[in-house]
């Protein structure tokens, strides 16, 4: 798997350092069979292994009723396919993977407490299509100001995850983060092989997760995964995970969810440093859920943890397989 080599890869590496839900039970999830172990203290770790994508697990009831939303309404290309899981793309180095329920980490009962941003410059034309959907909205009122930091709508899927098509504007806000969107390119959604016109396409995304202790949660991801903000918005703080690819830490208080103990996303990392990573976790970096990497799966090879807050974050690498043909060549090899 490659590390991204662009205008937009090398800014980002100069930005960063380099089934059941339970937490106390086993999952006998394809994603990963895991076990809880120990919370360890300890100092934070230098030399940062690499992230060459990252990824967002959703959990359905119907999957392939979300697959048809998201690959014929959004228009969103379908790059792996293993029946109950789907991994579609979104931009560059951003993927989200719709899974089914019954067979995932996480039930479709449990809150959806992520909102997943599509970064666009096309703001009003996805307005247009959108709206004259039958697609759900949070709020009907679009009302963009090219003066203020970030314009954007807020959809909903099909089973309720919520979709926020954003935009962020020249600001002094976003000082450090309109330049990397600005040299990332569109990648444009299906065209003939959805409903959503061709020309539309996305730059990247921001997975927005909701804490009750931000300044921890921001000690957690700067010093154990090595992250340098980008963004500041008071409410939420923005890190770039990849190439076109950021999370966003969110006050529960302040965002558009509260903060819950059980929630249905898992955030996964694509990387090529999965052992260096998994020593990292074990050496005490985070607590894990996998007792050792999954390796008995031959498409993928993969361990998950949690963050202190209980999302649960996966490391992933994708091996040579034909059912990975066309994943492979979304991440150039």
């Known amino acids: 798997m490659r590390i991204v080599r662009s205008v937009v890869a090398a800014a980002v590496t100069a930005s960063i350092a380099c089934g059941s839900s339970s937490r106390d039970e086993t999952s006998a999830s394809s994603e990963s069979v895991s076990e809880t172990a120990g919370r360890t203290e300890a100092a934070p770790v230098t030399g940062t292994p690499g992230i060459t994508a990252n990824n967002a697990f959703f959990y359905y009831a119907d999957v392939e009723g979300a697959a048809r939303f998201y690959t014929e309404t959004l228009g969103l290309r379908k790059v792996a396919d293993y029946g109950f899981a789907k991994i579609l793309q979104i931009a560059e180095t951003s993927f989200l993977t719709l899974v089914d329920a019954e067979r995932g980490m996480h039930s479709a009962d449990e809150p ?3 909102a997943l941003a599509l970064i666009t410059d096309q ?3 996805w307005w247009d299509y959108v709206s004259g959907r039958e697609i759900p909205l949070r709020s009907t009122g679009y009302s963009p100001d090219p003066t203020t930091a970030h314009d954007g709508f807020v959809a909903i ?7 926020e098509f954003e935009r962020f504007n020249e600001h002094e806000e976003n000082a450090r983060f309109v330049p990397l969107l600005d040299a990332a390119p569109t990648l444009p959604v299906g ?3 959805g409903e959503a ?3 539309l396409g996305f730059k990247a995304t921001v997975i927005w997760t909701y804490y009750r202790d931000i300044p921890a949660m921001q000690r957690f991801y700067e010093d154990r995964f090595g992250l340098d903000m980008i963004v500041d918005q008071g409410l939420a ?4 995970t990849s ?3 950021y999370l966003g830490l969110v006050d529960e208080t302040r965002g558009m969810h509260r903060f819950t103990e059980d929630k249905a996303v898992t955030l996964s990392f694509l990387t090529d440093d999965l052992d260096r990573w998994f020593e990292r976790a074990r050496d005490g970096a985070f607590e894990l859920r996998s007792e050792a990497i999954e390796t008995g799966n031959p498409r993928y090879r993969a361990f998950v943890g949690y963050d202190p807050e209980g999302y649960f974050i996966e490391f ?3 091996l040579e397989h034909p059912d990975n043909d066309d994943l492979m060549a979304a991440l150039g090899r």
């Not at 899927?157 to 979709?163: I, Q, S």
């Open 112 to 114: 959806k407490t992520v």
């Open 123 to 125: 703001l009003d034309e």
């Open 157 to 163: 899927d099909p089973e309720g995850y919520l979709l």
């Open 191 to 193: 065209g003939d092989a």
């Open 197 to 199: 016109p061709g020309d």
């Open 237 to 240: 703080k923005i890190y770039p």
């Open 243 to 245: 190439a076109t690819g």
């Open 316 to 318: 992933d690498t994708f």
